[in-house]
């Protein structure tokens, strides 16, 4: 097993536990952004919540950022729009990209579905090195963000 799959195994538990009975959810979200962003050292890592047709920011660790992401736009919008995780191993490359901060380089954008199936907030992840993230980063952030998801939902 890769040393990255063993983090990721020990932060769903820390996730686990440190969301268990919780039901505030800017509070949950702005917990766990601490958490995931501060145990991994990325960039920038934190939540966009649906709201009509945009994106608007949530809570997050890192860097100021746009407040306002359109359907479909960016990685952010496009992993909404297309309801899958976006993998982005250089920024550069992904057409429309939308840059925050240009010291951004790779990017994870996975989709937050409530009980129903419908995308009600992303969690967005950005790193200062190329090509961070990859399949195994998607599966786990993908059940990390279905706990949230849980808790915020249910
Ligand atoms: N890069 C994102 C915008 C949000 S910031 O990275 C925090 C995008 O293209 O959607």
Redesign the pocket.
């Known amino acids: 097993m890769e040393d990255k799959e063993k983090k990721y195994l020990l932060l769903e538990r820390q996730v686990a536990s440190l969301i268990d009975g919780e039901t505030n959810a800017i509070g949950i979200m702005a917990n766990v952004a601490a958490l995931l962003h501060h145990e991994m050292g990325w960039w ?1 890592t ?1 939540f ?1 919540l649906v709201d009509g047709d945009e994106l608007h920011l949530g809570p ?1 660790q ?1 860097p100021v ?2 407040f306002t ?1 359109k359907r479909g ?6 992993a909404w729009a297309e309801g899958r995780t976006v993998v982005v191993p250089d ?1 550069e490359l ?1 057409p ?6 240009d010291r ?1 380089r790779s ?1 994870i ?1 996975v989709p937050m579905r409530d009980s129903g199936g419908n995308v009600f907030a992303v969690l ?1 992840i ?1 790193s200062r090195e190329l090509a961070t993230f990859d399949h195994i980063d998607a599966r786990y952030l993908e059940a990390i963000v279905a706990q949230v998801a849980k808790a915020i939902k249910d």
């Open positions: 920038w934190g966009y997050f890192g950022a746009c992401i736009r960016g990685v952010c919008g496009t920024v992904f429309g990209h939308i840059a925050c901060s951004s990017e954008v967005d950005d």
